[in-house]
C-alpha cells in the first residue's frame, strides 16, 4: 500500500510507531524533566500510547469523526505493529494521520503556549488540512506529468579513500551550536 501523505506526518507516524516522540516519559529517561503526568488530563504519566489515544482528550477527537475506529479495536500495539497494515481497514485513512498529528501538535501548544486543548478545534484543523492536502495533491497530479525521478544514494568511496560527511546548527536564541561529523571508507 503506497503512503503518500505529508513527510512530516510520515516522519511523526514513524517516531509514533517507534515511541520516539519526546513525550515526558520519553524525557525523563534522559533526566531532562520530573513531572511526567500528561500535560492534557494531568493523571496519567504521558507516553506515546497515552497522548495518542488512550487520554480521554485524545479520545474525543478519535471517536470524533466516523472512522469506525473503536477503543475495543485500537491500541500501540496494532500501530506499532504496522500501522500501514492497520490503516488499509479505513476508508478515510489519511485523516486518521492528520487526526494524530493534531492531537500532537495540540498537545505541543499546551505544554509550550500554554494553550487549551480543544477537541473541536484539533478535528476541525486536521480536515482543513488533510482538505488542503488533497487539493493541492491533485493539482499538483493534474498540472505537471509525471517524472522519473532518481534517488540519490550514498556511494562507497574508492579503496583507500575516506569520505567525511558533517553538518551543523545553531540556536541564536541561546548561542548554542551543535557539529556533528562521520568519516566512512570504502567498507561502509
Not at 76 to 89: C, E, N, S
Not at 143 to 148: R, S
Not at 152 to 168: A, F, Y
Request: one cysteine or more; proline letters at 4%; aromatic letters at 14%.
Amino acid at each position: 500500500m503506497e503512503f503518500t501523505s505529508t513527510n512530516k506526518i510520515k516522519f511523526f507516524i514513524w517516531r509514533a510507531t517507534k515511541d520516539y516522540l519526546p513525550t515526558k516519559v520519553q524525557l525523563a529517561k534522559r533526566a531532562q524533566v520530573n513531572d511526567v503526568l500528561c500535560p492534557l488530563c494531568h493523571s496519567v504519566s504521558e507516553t506515546t500510547e497515552h497522548i495518542l489515544y488512550k487520554c480521554h482528550l485524545s479520545q474525543l477527537v478519535l471517536f470524533g469523526l466516523p472512522l469506525g475506529i473503536t477503543s475495543t479495536i485500537w491500541n500501540i500495539q496494532i500501530l506499532i505493529a504496522g500501522w500501514q497494515f492497520f490503516l488499509k481497514f479505513f476508508l478515510k485513512k489519511h485523516m486518521l494521520l492528520f487526526l494524530l498529528w493534531y492531537i500532537w501538535y495540540a498537545r505541543h501548544k499546551v505544554v509550550w503556549d500554554n494553550n487549551e486543548f480543544d477537541p473541536a478545534a484539533v478535528i476541525t484543523s486536521a480536515v482543513n488540512a488533510m482538505q488542503d492536502y488533497k487539493a493541492a495533491w491533485v493539482t499538483q497530479l493534474t498540472d505537471h506529468p509525471a517524472e522519473i525521478v532518481q534517488q540519490v544514494r550514498w556511494k562507497c568511496p574508492p579503496i583507500d579513500w575516506v569520505k567525511l560527511n558533517v553538518d551543523g546548527s545553531t540556536n541564536a536564541t541561546t548561542n548554542n551550536a551543535c557539529m556533528g561529523a562521520i568519516a566512512r571508507d570504502c567498507y561502509g
